[in-house]
């Protein structure tokens, strides 16, 4: 049995999709570049109703925000899209005033 986390693309297509359209379009190619291999690692399990955020990698001890830390806003239709980017590497999506997202 695996113990390996999902592939995001595999449970939420349509959302990366959009991730990579919206990337490509605010000139983040390299992030782009990131989606096929990003896991989903943890649900962000707030219990807002409004949020559907989550990691894709597992958060180092201590405050995300720091040396190596930025935030990429994206501009969707509809909410809020945002990744936590550190050193480089995805590492949180945020997706907050959405529709739900549906797994395939």
Do not use: K
């Amino acid at each position: 049995m695996s113990t390996e986390h999902p592939l995001v693309g595999e449970e939420f297509p349509e959302l990366v999709a959009e991730l990579a359209a919206l990337l490509t379009a605010e000139d983040e190619t390299a992030l782009a570049e990131q989606l096929p291999a990003l896991r989903l690692v943890a649900e962000c399990g707030c219990g807002d109703d409004f949020c559907q955020s989550f990691a894709t990698a597992p958060h180092p001890p201590g405050t995300p925000c720091g040396p190596g830390h930025r935030c990429v806003p994206l501009l969707p239709e509809r909410g809020m899209l945002a990744l936590d980017v550190l050193d480089g590497r995805i590492v949180y999506v945020e997706v907050l005033e959405r529709p739900p997202l549906r797994r395939t």
